[in-house]
């Protein structure tokens, strides 16, 4: 049973980086089937994805970044600690919102989300 | 970027009563890739139906789902107390390049038990 685990703090100031760790239990970062995603929720925008990393047997890890985000954003992989991360950068109170990591198996075609971490609420303040 | 419209935007039943819930998309949605999730208050979404049809693990069969294209339907036989919850679709668009965010979610159904 896949656990995600998620770190980090719950206020951040306007123009600073939001930074967050999902931590993964019962999968591997690298596993060649998954892919991790960053996932949002605010009630002006709703479920809004942001991102995700995933590895792929030709030794390749890919990133894909909303456009809305795009320029402000990195998810990356800590393959050591069997974890991945989140950063945002140069953040607004727009930016305040419930933060969700999520894993799918799109590699094995089955791309929506069967595991979620615990959420975090992140409140941008000046 | 395709985008999930759900119906309705609340809906308020009683126990026993069947709850039909609809995402329409506004392009056809690749190899049926739409899940449907409940939400409770302060929790994480939850995975109920994959594949526009196919039950995750663990859910009960009062919990199915239909469709393809670009209309999809929820629905909830007989409804039970702790069946109240939001209810979001989300769909993939399958391999890059993409234009667009891959995966996009409808703005949510809210189910009140009556």
């Known amino acids: 049973q896949v656990q995600l685990q998620q770190s980090g703090p719950g206020l951040v100031k306007v123009s600073q980086t939001l930074s967050l760790t999902c931590a993964i239990s019962g999968d591997s970062v690298s596993s060649g089937r998954a892919a991790w995603s960053w996932i949002r929720q605010s009630p002006s925008r709703g479920l809004e994805w942001l991102g995700r990393t995933y590895y792929r047997s030709e030794s390749k890890w890919y990133y894909e970044y909303a456009v809305s985000v795009k320029g402000r954003i990195s998810i990356n992989p800590d393959t050591t600690n069997n974890q991945f991360t989140l950063q945002l950068t140069s953040v607004t109170p727009e930016d305040t919102a419930f933060y969700y990591c999520?894993?799918?198996?799109?590699?094995?075609?089955?791309?929506?989300?069967?595991?979620w971490g615990q959420g975090t609420l992140v409140s941008v303040s000046s | 970027e395709i985008v999930l419209t759900q119906s309705p935007g609340t809906l308020s039943l009683s126990p026993g009563e069947r709850a039909t819930l609809s995402c329409r998309a506004s392009q056809s949605v690749a190899n049926t890739f739409l899940a449907w999730y409940q939400q409770k208050p302060g929790q994480a979404p939850r995975l109920l139906i994959y594949g526009a049809s196919s039950r995750a693990t663990g859910i009960p069969d009062r919990f199915s789902g239909s469709g393809s294209g670009t209309d999809f339907t929820f629905t909830i036989s007989r409804l039970e107390p702790e069946d109240s919850a939001v209810y979001y679709c989300?769909?993939?668009?399958?391999?890059?390049?993409?234009?667009?965010?891959?995966?996009?979610f409808g703005q949510g159904t809210k189910l009140e038990i009556k």
């Open positions: 989300q769909q993939y668009a399958g391999s890059p390049p993409y234009t667009s965010p891959p995966y996009t």
């Open positions: 999520a894993r799918d198996l799109v590699g094995a075609g089955a791309p929506w989300f069967d595991s």
